[in-house]
């Protein structure tokens, strides 16, 4: 896909991976749309991209109706990455129930329905892409990662569905598994981590506009990323 004048919409893109492609795409001259729940943290972001094809929107992606205003605002999507997510650690009687339901929101219905919004425009013009950053969680085992790794699961199983789904058309779907990356994930949960040998986002957005970019005919449709 040539991105050039395309517009594309990220969740979480206030920070993190999500930023980091921003970033990139900003070189690319696409129609940068970012979506994330603080405004201040969006503005921020706006501030240091400094770029005029560029669009902030705070909005809670598993609150439906913020995001369908977010959709309808926009107008023409023609990319969709989905970042937007939070961690949870533990053996999984420790946890809240409270925090569960938080992460499955985010992670799993803030995917799917970023995906549903944009879907019936792409369908009409028989074009778009779909991206979610699942997690190497989403297919490797980890200890004190049930919840976490089940939303990583579900993102897994629903692009592949919906890959399925999509087979017959030129929207395409693709699936992100990064690694453990240098990103304010663990310390928004109140988690210190060591993250020397953790993944710099930078490349893990290199990965994902390198799944992008590729020709029409080609669809990237599953990218594993691990650390070394």
């Not at 001259?29 to 929107?57: C, T």
């Not at 992670?107 to 778009?128: F, S």
């Not at 790794?149 to 017959?168: C, I, N, Q, T, W």
């Not at 005919?217 to 599953?222: A, I, N």
């Amino acid at each position: 896909m040539n991105l050039t004048g395309k517009s594309v919409v990220i969740t979480g893109g206030s920070s993190g991976l999500g930023y980091a492609i921003a970033q990139l795409l900003t070189t690319k001259n696409a129609l940068v749309h970012l979506v994330g729940q603080s405004m201040s943290k969006l503005s921020e972001a706006a501030i240091n991209l400094n770029y005029p094809h560029l669009s902030v929107f705070p909005a809670d992606v598993s609150n439906y109706d913020q995001l369908s205003q977010v959709f309808s605002t926009i107008g023409q999507v023609d990319v969709v990455i989905n970042c937007a997510g939070v961690w949870l650690e533990g053996e999984l009687d420790a946890y809240k129930h409270e925090s569960i339901s938080k992460l499955i929101d985010i992670n799993v219905k803030g995917t799917i329905y970023a995906c549903q919004l944009a879907l019936p425009q792409m369908r009409a013009r028989n074009e778009g892409y779909l991206m979610n950053v699942s997690s190497t969680y989403g297919l490797l085992l980890r200890k004190a990662g049930s919840v976490y790794g089940a939303s990583k699961y579900a993102v897994r199983g629903f692009s592949e569905f919906l890959r399925e789904d999509l087979k017959d058309t030129n929207v395409k779907v693709a699936c992100l598994y990064p690694g453990a990356m240098k990103t304010n994930l663990f310390a928004n949960a109140g988690i210190l981590k060591n993250m020397d040998n953790f993944l710099d986002p930078i490349q893990m957005a290199e990965v994902a506009l390198f799944m992008l970019e590729r020709d029409d005919q080609m669809v990237m449709s599953e990218v594993l990323v691990e650390r070394q």
